[in-house]
């Protein structure tokens, strides 16, 4: 079974401040993580996705995450937020690593970013 | 740059109606799959499908859902007498080597 707790429902920051969006896994397998991004009424978007190769992971938009085994997380962060990041955060798991998968979704992180 | 679409962008339907949701997922993309977000709660899997079969189901994904590729390009959901507890924001996905690709989603609301 795995599982996905993202430790934060919401998230304020200041534009040109850094973000950190909080994610711990639980996995029976060396999962797959990924984080997507959410817009107001618009499909889920990959942001990266850790397959266990590099533990830091960088992916779109400034974004970047890192694989800490140790603490089975999976945090998000990024040097300076922009208007543009406000959006949901889905922290994301699958046991697999073929094109089939089936994921298993945390709650979301609302970012709320502020001029 | 492809994109999984989905009609419609929202549907309100009445207890006990059937509903047809819609999915064009991307052109060479072999697996597909229908995943819900009831309202301040997860996106939950629902259902996975590949050579025109179930490849799993979720127990959410009870007698009354069922999927269907009609025609070589669309994926459908259908639920047959909707209930008050099948409102919620439905996303379709699918993927060819690795990623899910998702859907903008369809919202269903059932009065």
């Known amino acids: 079974a795995q599982s996905v707790t993202q430790l934060d429902s919401h998230v304020s920051v200041s534009e040109g401040t850094p973000v950190l969006l909080r994610c711990n896994y639980s996995?029976?397998?060396?999962?797959?993580l990924f984080w997507y991004v959410q817009h107001p009424n618009k499909g889920l978007q990959l942001l990266l996705k850790?397959?266990?190769?590099?533990?830091l992971v960088k992916g779109i938009n400034g974004f970047e995450a890192e694989f800490k085994k140790s603490e089975t997380s999976f945090h998000l962060t990024k040097p300076s937020a922009h208007m543009s990041d406000a959006a949901e955060y889905f922290c994301?798991?699958?046991?697999?690593?073929?094109?089939?998968?089936?994921?298993?979704f945390g709650k979301g992180t609302m970012l709320l970013v502020s001029p | 740059e492809p994109e999984v679409t989905q009609t419609p962008s929202h549907q309100v339907t009445q207890m006990g109606q059937e509903v047809i949701l819609r999915c064009v997922p991307i052109?060479?993309?072999?697996?597909f799959y229908w995943y819900r977000q009831i309202l301040g709660q997860k996106v939950e899997f629902l259902v996975s499908?590949?050579?025109?079969?179930?490849?799993?189901k979720s127990e959410i994904f009870d007698d009354q859902f069922s999927v269907e590729r009609p025609d070589g390009s669309n994926f459908t959901l259908k639920i047959r007498s909707t209930k008050l507890e099948d409102s919620a924001m439905y996303f379709c996905?699918?993927?060819?080597?690795?990623?899910?690709?998702f859907g903008p989603g369809t919202r269903l609301t059932v009065t």
């Open positions: 996905a699918s993927s060819g080597d690795y990623e899910q690709y």
């Open positions: 996995s029976s397998y060396s999962p797959s």
């Open positions: 850790y397959t266990s190769a590099a533990t």
């Open positions: 994301v798991v699958s046991d697999r690593f073929s094109g089939y998968s089936t994921l298993t």
């Open positions: 052109s060479n993309h072999l697996y």
């Open positions: 499908f590949y050579n025109n079969e179930i490849s799993e």
